[in-house]
């Protein structure tokens, strides 16, 4: 028996500036305002990330007209909204009116969105990181000191490397930021953004947006149940779509059948730890993947398996996991049958060792235990920056000005003093 490595994983909590009512999580569908909806309201671990051309609301400078995204979002009433604001000047000297824009945005749509995207530039977005994080803060000023609760997110509508991600964040934008939203990219590593965002400050979050749907019902969802997983397991817990009606259609049927990774706080074992092995007829097997996962929230550890196209797929292969208790797992298929049967299962008290046999397909099946694998733990640190505090008054101070009407003029005051007869002095202000 292969002696297996007791699992560790940490949770690092910080108090960031402001408490947000809750982190974007789940499947997200991509929709935009000058396009025609994809439904109405949303179901349930389903969030509508709808991006927003400036000039669909502004239609001049300083004018709003409100017809459309208030149409939109009566369709969508109920449904956990994100809105994306394009527009974001090219240049420091659009700043009043983009700061306009957005306040007049905030204030009609309080407690109707869940949150906002900004960054998305009007043709090219500013060339200088400085004038880009300046805008930035600007914006997330004026939304927060009209709903101070909302989710914000950095998100210019490309994928982000990661020398890109911490020179933002050296521009000091985490105190005004629940995160930042990404692009889906083959080619990116989504792992690193991840990791330096966490690094900048620990209790932000990396949304990916605009994952591309194609083919089959059944390769729409294959393909979709691997992008979910592929992204938690780099430690992104959102990921929103797009494609045709047929291709939202099938992947709102799987998020459905999610529930178990979607809801709650689920984060991803370090594989490198993780007290976990495959086998066939007694070996580790390649061309199975899988990713390890913990729900913070319901305590249990969910794998989710699948074996690489091409692969010879045995009829049944062996996972043993360190677990707390001899309880067996179940077995769910998010793109078939709710549930299937799993085989023997065995559990070695001394070794806190649980042995079960599961069917693997080219498609992910999660297995969920009932408890955290045995050595994890969780950790906890709270702080206040510098940085943070003065986010926090800018916001206070943008509430207090936007309430308050301000008037300036010239005013010539004169006052003629004549103590006696014969003497006078005038005071002029």
């Keep these: 028996m292969t002696r297996l490595a007791s699992a560790a994983i940490a949770f ?6 402001v408490a947000f009512s809750q982190m974007i999580r789940g499947i997200g569908i991509d929709e935009r ?110 939304i927060r000191s009209v709903d101070p609760r909302v989710v914000l997110l950095e998100g210019d509508g490309r994928s982000h490397d990661p020398q890109w991600v911490d020179s933002l964040y050296e521009q000091d934008i985490a105190p005004y930021f629940a995160g930042i939203a990404v692009t889906a990219d083959d080619d990116d590593d989504l792992s690193a953004t991840v990791e330096t965002v966490a ?9 990916v947006s ?18 979910v997983v592929s992204n938690l397991g780099q430690g992104s817990g959102a990921t929103s779509f797009s494609g045709s009606d047929e291709a939202v259609v099938s992947l709102v049927s799987t998020a459905s059948r999610l529930s178990n990774l979607l ?7 370090d594989k490198g730890e993780a007290a976990l092995d495959i086998k066939v007829s007694g070996r580790s097997v390649e ?81 969920e235990y009932p408890a955290p694998a045995t050595g994890t733990t969780v950790t906890a640190s709270v702080g206040l920056r510098v940085n943070e505090i003065i986010a926090r008054h800018q916001q206070t101070q943008t509430q207090q000005d936007n309430l308050v009407e301000s008037y300036f003029a010239s005013v010539r005051d004169e006052i003629h003093f004549r103590p006696t007869a014969i003497d006078s002095f005038d005071v002029i202000m």
Excluded at 38 to 62: D, K, W
Aim: aromatic share 8%; no cysteine.
């Design 199 to 207: 690094r900048r400050d620990p209790s932000a979050q990396v949304i």
């Design 33 to 142: 305002l000058d396009q025609p909806s994809r439904f109405a309201r949303a179901p349930e671990h389903v969030f509508v990330h709808l991006i927003v051309p400036r000039n669909a609301v502004e239609t001049s400078s300083g004018s709003y007209a409100f017809a459309a995204l208030d149409e939109r979002l009566a369709v969508l009433e109920g449904s956990t909204v994100l809105l994306a604001l394009e527009g974001m000047p090219a240049s420091a000297e659009g700043a009043r009116l983009w700061q306009d824009y957005v306040l007049a945005v905030a204030e009609r749509y309080r407690g109707k969105v869940v949150g906002y995207v900004l960054g998305r530039g009007e043709g090219e977005a500013p060339s200088q990181i400085e004038t880009y994080a300046y805008l930035l803060k600007l914006a997330a000023i004026q």
């Design 263 to 269: 809801d709650g706080d689920v984060v991803a074992f």
């Design 210 to 227: 605009g994952a591309p749907l194609n083919g089959s019902p059944s390769e729409i969802s294959r393909r979709a149940l691997l992008e």
């Design 287 to 367: 061309g199975i993947l899988h990713h390890l996962f913990f729900n913070a929230d319901t305590g249990s550890t969910l794998l989710v398996y699948w074996a690489e196209p091409g692969t010879v797929i045995p009829d049944a292969v062996s996972i043993e996991l360190r677990a707390f208790v001899p309880e067996a797992p179940t077995l769910h298929d998010p793109a078939g049958s709710a549930t299937l049967p799993v085989g023997r299962f065995d559990y070695d008290p001394d070794l806190s060792l649980a042995k079960v046999r599961v069917p693997v397909f080219d498609r992910p099946l999660i297995l």
């Design 12 to 17: 690092v909590l910080a108090v960031p500036t």
